[in-house]
């Protein structure tokens, strides 16, 4: 069988297999790696190669067990690739509900585009076993819960520990598919009238949240067919994402930091709310800052944006001081996890100490630059405790002008979202004050 005579659908077999071995093989991101192979399929194909490497990374652990019972040895060196085109088309088996025969012979086609057309036939061979044996190997996964949840086990039990009562809920909510939120620009329009837009264009979405800016929509769509995305009146950010700008609380003429801003949805948030403050945005990676860029110039914001490492304050900051900073720190992302699968098996638990480590400095360097009686909001989408609730607690202890506020709408002086919370992602924020 030559490549034009392939079956529809393994052009998108094979990305998806090519991201999914890329991320566990080789330790780079879906994010990284998609775009790169998928810019020659069809808008169609695109979706879909997406949809089952996203769906792979959810359930690997479930997948790898299906697999690993039904091949005979595992799949090395050269061969290596066909283990991830496998997972693939057990995903669309098991989880997908896709049509038998179809991702059967897509995914077989798919060896053809991946240079392996010898094992066309042990790759029909291990899916069709799979397709006989599923509802025996079904049963003998949920008698093995250290697989059914998907997590690695250093993670799932960093999630049992701190959440013991909410771990299976927690863990469920990161295999799920996030939903598509919506950040009205206020200084357009408002919420109910892009509703209506929204609803004139077939495009069903629903508003329960208290922030006037935010809107979930029903189902995902690309950003180009929302009214007047391109006219700066809409962004995409999560509910969760969208309360950093509202209890940031910056005023007008205020000069403002943004730290670790890229990719500035939340930089971009704050000048929506208050366009005639002084922003600086830095981030110490230059590519993921022109991302800034674009979002402030689709959105006709201006903010001084510089490349820069937080924790080096003598290399940017030239000495006036900040009545507003919010610091989105690096952490572990996993408050994320429903939007970013990867995150799972590229994540170490070595990383959460080191993390940690960071962010101290970060916030140790950022304090001496904030004005007595500013606010320094400290961010993370992260739930692990080490990030959030202990970093600040060991922050107060070193600084005894840091006076923590409010930021839970129930009064507690700290706001650690959990993912699926209100629909929303995993986050925290806690809000500092320094004494005047």
């Known amino acids: 069988m030559t490549q034009n005579n392939l079956r529809p659908g393994a052009e998108s077999r094979a990305v998806a297999a090519q991201a999914v071995f890329q991320v566990i093989e080789q330790g780079r991101s879906l994010s990284q790696a998609l775009p790169e192979l998928n810019r020659k399929l069809s808008v169609r194909d695109r979706g879909m190669a997406q949809a089952l490497a996203y769906g792979v990374l959810r359930h690997l652990p479930q997948l790898n067990f299906f697999i690993g019972a039904l091949v005979a040895k595992p799949l090395k060196g050269e061969l290596k690739i066909l283990h991830s085109l496998l997972l693939v088309g057990a995903y669309q088996l098991t989880y997908m509900g896709s049509a038998e025969h179809a991702a059967v012979s897509a995914t077989v086609d798919a060896a053809v585009l991946l240079k392996r057309s010898k094992q066309k036939g042990l790759v029909n061979g291990v899916l069709r076993s799979l397709q006989r044996q599923l509802p025996q190997l079904q049963t003998q996964l949920q008698q093995k819960p250290a697989l059914t949840h998907g997590h690695p086990r250093w993670l799932a039990d960093r999630i049992q520990s701190q959440y013991a009562d ?18 009205i620009n206020l200084q357009h329009t408002n919420r109910d009238s892009y509703l209506a837009l929204l609803d004139e264009a077939g495009i069903a979405a629903h508003s329960d949240s ?181 970093q600040i607690e060991a922050f107060k202890k070193r600084h005894a002008d840091a006076i923590a506020v409010a930021t839970n709408p129930n009064g507690a002086v700290e706001w650690q979202w959990l993912p699926g919370d209100f629909d929303g992602d995993g986050f925290y924020y806690a809000k500092l004050e320094k004494r005047r």
């Open 210 to 390: 208290p922030l006037a800016s935010a809107i979930c929509l029903e189902q995902a769509v690309d950003v180009q067919s929302l009214p007047h995305f391109n006219d700066g009146w809409v962004s995409v950010q999560d509910i969760a994402a969208q309360h950093a700008a509202w209890l940031l609380d910056a005023q007008a003429g205020e000069s403002v930091l943004d730290c670790c801003a890229a990719p500035g949805g939340k930089t971009a948030h704050i000048l929506e709310q208050q366009p005639t403050i002084k922003m600086l945005a830095i981030d110490s990676d230059p590519q993921r800052l022109q991302r800034v860029h674009d979002n402030l110039t689709r959105l006709q914001l201006n903010a001084d944006v510089k490349a820069a490492d937080a924790s080096n304050v003598n290399a940017w900051w030239h000495g006036e001081l900040f009545d507003r900073i919010l610091l989105d720190a690096p952490c572990s992302a996993t408050g994320v996890i429903r939007r970013h699968p990867d995150i799972k098996w590229l994540r170490r638990d070595s990383d959460i100490a080191d993390l940690a480590r960071t962010q101290q400095e970060i916030l140790d360097a950022l304090w001496p630059t904030l004005k007595p009686g500013g606010t320094l909001l400290y961010a993370t989408c992260s739930i692990l405790a080490e990030e959030n609730t202990q």
């Open 166 to 183: 909410k771990a299976t809920a927690i863990m469920a909510a990161n295999n799920a598919q996030a939903p598509m939120w919506l950040r």
